[in-house]
């Protein structure tokens, strides 16, 4: 039964296994009570669990702003469905919404201006044009290539006869000047394409140098292709190096000189040369001769090295770098671009609404790094408090905007160069011309002119809100009273609070049923399962089930603090009061359905006809005490209306710091594990192990018991037929 030995019993004739089987029923009776008393505990659980569902279920739908069907809501208790034409047409270049306390009928708008912000906006384009260097006829060789990358398309450019004087063509004939532009202007529209007349990217020179820049509207990056021919240049034979100090020179520099006494072999000698070429991006390497070979791994730049008056020479490995740009340089602004790489030395300062903004564009690392880039600058400006602008870069027409953050002519940006550096008007190219200033929302309403700095306000009970487009255009608005959606809305209210109410009565009021005059219907142990059908042990724990929070004095507590509040008079700011039966909402006289509302709609409806603020007010009302003055809570709800009182109590009783949660925990946080009920739980467990491992020995008992039994019956019954045979005794 509690073991899974196998054993050998009833070989004296005993059928041992059925009586220790007899013995241990009646020992296991305690395992079965405990059993039984940790299945009511995890019922219990689980009724917590459910009325925390129903609660759950009732604020979501009811209480929650973020529901469409809150009574904490006053946009759902407005009294007024509004049309809007323009024209004689429907128009949604507005949006209107309508208090209770707004004027029913037809309005008219008239706008003349909408809010605008106030706006810089870069003069010229951010980034200059791509300065390469000027072209010699050897700048490239035949088959060579660069890449373009224009709006996030790479194509290859190679260096073909478009770009030779000869054809076929041939090393050091490359076109030169404006003939090597139109060359490469014509490859990259052929590859790209054009908008209409306009180039992609646009060749040009400046000052004899060759210049790349993006048209308007685009983006472009250039990245190296194909280099041919670039070789490793072989030096001199280092095999009888060793004694003698070794001299050389890079790129025309002054001379190095390994002394004699720093190396032992031409293995120690290599490693003293490529500690000095680190620095210059230059490395060396001994080839099977003996002999030095020197690789340059600088993309911009050739390199030499002199050695007893002889230059090794090695080509830049980047076929961008023949003309004279770097590896992937973009048409954009560089934002981790340093103050320093922006031509920014000293102190830069400026102004914005006040705000002084100062930047040592000197300031360097420990790695000798330029500390302040360009990004540090936009994102200082954006947060500074006070400044109120908000700083971007816009990749597509590669300028900077900046905007102010509220909107109306209040809004206006102030901003002033400080330094000699001009870093607003230079940097960011704002000035007049970019400048488009802040403007009011400017309209007419029923007849009186006015403005307003936001394109959303309230007049009268009105909220109306104005659409970029809606400048220059006349509004009829007519708002026409409708109470059936806030009679609809209360209703729901109703039924769904009655469904909360129902689940705590049947938790709080059913008691636990008996199956006899003395006994409860307790769960059912394996035993019992084992005599009983499927359907009758359903209804059996169905019914012991049951119960499980009859009297519970934290649901109890629950419904008495909704039942008060629901029915104490809610304080209107006027100083008048209104109450739930004053709309017609009153509590059921049957004692079946104790503390559920019902509904008198005539005089609901009468109410939101005449008292529609009021009623708004009764729901929605909100007080200035926090919810979180534990002291003063009874205060604040007294302060509320209905809806915020439900919401404060309901978030209150489940809250983690509630005796609800205490008790029976919030599922999947770790107050699950702090709970009571889970630790009642796990102490039960633990008391069920406990009595297992007891039962395990007290049958191991017993059949050690009974196997020295069936051995001392075994030897007597032997010794007796001993005796027998002796005395002739035995079986004829």
Do not use: C
């Amino acid at each position: 039964m509690y073991t899974n030995r196998m054993r050998m019993t009833g070989l004296s004739g005993l059928d041992t296994e059925s009586m220790i089987n007899q013995l241990m029923r009646a020992e296991s009776l305690s395992l079965a009570r405990l059993k039984q008393k940790q299945a009511l505990l995890q019922w219990k659980q689980e009724a917590y669990v459910g009325i925390k569902t129903s609660i759950n279920t009732f604020s979501n739908t009811m209480l929650t702003m973020a529901s469409a069907s809150s009574i904490r809501s006053k946009s759902n208790f407005l009294g007024y469905t509004p049309t809007i034409k323009s024209g004689g047409l429907d128009s949604s270049s507005i949006s209107v919404r309508a208090a209770t306390s707004a004027q029913g009928g037809t309005h008219s708008l008239v706008v003349t201006s909408v809010a605008k912000k106030d706006v810089y906006v870069s003069t010229d384009a951010a980034n200059k044009a791509m300065v390469g260097n000027a072209i010699s006829n050897s700048s490239f060789k035949p088959g060579e290539s660069i890449r373009v990358t224009v709006d996030g398309t790479t194509k290859e450019i190679v260096f073909d006869k478009r770009f030779f004087t000869d054809d076929p063509p041939t090393e050091g004939n490359l076109k030169i000047g404006a003939d090597f532009n139109n060359a490469l202007q014509a490859a990259i529209d052929t590859a790209f394409g054009k908008d209409g007349a306009d180039s992609k990217v646009t060749v040009g020179m400046d000052a004899g140098k060759l210049t790349l820049s993006a048209g308007i509207g685009h983006t472009f990056s250039v990245s190296d292709g194909t280099k041919l021919g670039t070789k490793n240049e072989t030096g001199v034979d280092i095999s009888g190096a060793v004694g003698s100090d070794f001299v050389f020179s890079v790129n025309g520099g002054a001379s190095i000189t390994i002394g004699a006494g720093d190396f032992t072999d031409t293995d120690s000698l290599l490693a003293k040369i490529n500690e000095e070429l680190k620095d210059y991006k230059i490395s060396a390497s001994v080839n099977s001769d003996s002999e030095l070979v020197f690789t340059n791994t600088n993309a911009n730049s050739a390199a030499k090295i002199t050695i007893g008056g002889t230059d090794y020479t090695m080509e830049q490995t980047s076929s961008l770098a023949n003309l004279g740009l770097k590896n992937n340089a973009s048409s954009s602004f560089d934002l981790n671009a340093s103050l320093k790489e922006l031509g920014m030395n000293g102190t830069v300062q400026f102004k914005i609404n006040g705000q002084l903004f100062t930047f040592d564009a000197d300031a360097v690392d420990s790695d000798g790094n330029a500390v302040v880039k360009m990004k540090d600058v936009i994102a200082e400006i954006n947060t500074k408090a006070g400044a109120d602008v908000k700083v971007s870069y816009d990749t597509f027409t590669n300028k900077f905007r900046m905007e102010s953050n509220g909107m109306g002519s209040a809004a206006a940006i102030d901003w002033e160069d400080l330094s000699g550096h001009n870093f607003m008007a230079d940097v960011f190219k704002f000035g007049a011309a970019g400048h488009t200033a802040a403007t009011d929302a400017v309209f007419t309403l029923d007849g009186v002119t006015t403005s307003r700095d936001s394109n959303n306000f309230t007049i009268n009970g009105i909220t109306i809100t104005l659409n970029q487009d809606a400048a220059g255009k006349t509004f009829d608005i007519n708002l026409q009273k409708d109470t059936s959606a806030v009679s609809d809305l209360v209703k729901k209210f109703v039924t769904e609070y009655n469904k909360l109410v129902d689940d705590l009565n049947k938790a709080t009021k059913t008691a636990r049923p008996k199956s006899d005059s003395y006994n409860y219907y307790e769960p059912l142990t394996d035993e019992e399962r084992k005599e009983m059908s499927e359907k009758d042990i359903e209804l059996w724990e169905e019914k012991a089930k049951s119960g499980m929070l009859y009297r519970d004095d934290i649901l109890q507590s629950i419904q008495s603090q909704m039942r008060t509040m629901l029915y104490e008079a809610v304080k209107l700011e006027d100083g008048t009061s209104i109450s739930l039966h004053q709309i017609g909402i009153t509590t059921s006289s049957s004692l079946s359905e104790q503390g559920k509302l019902v509904i008198d709609e005539a005089k609901l409806t009468k109410a939101l006809e005449e008292r529609s603020d009021d009623v708004a007010e009764l729901f929605t009302k909100s007080s200035s005490i926090s919810s979180s003055n534990k002291s003063q809570r009874n205060a604040r709800l007294k302060d509320e209306g209905i809806g915020e009182r439900l919401f404060d109590i309901l978030t209150w009783a489940t809250a983690t710091d509630s005796p609800f949660n205490a008790r029976a925990g919030i599922a999947g946080v770790s107050s699950e594990r702090n709970s009571d009920m889970y630790k009642k739980i796990k102490a039960q467990e633990e008391k069920i192990s406990d009595m297992m491992s007891y039962l395990i020995k007290r049958e191991n008992h017993y059949y050690q018991m009974f196997s020295k039994l069936e051995a001392a019956m075994n030897e007597s019954n032997s010794q007796m037929a001993a005796l027998q045979s002796m005395l002739g005794l035995g079986a004829q």
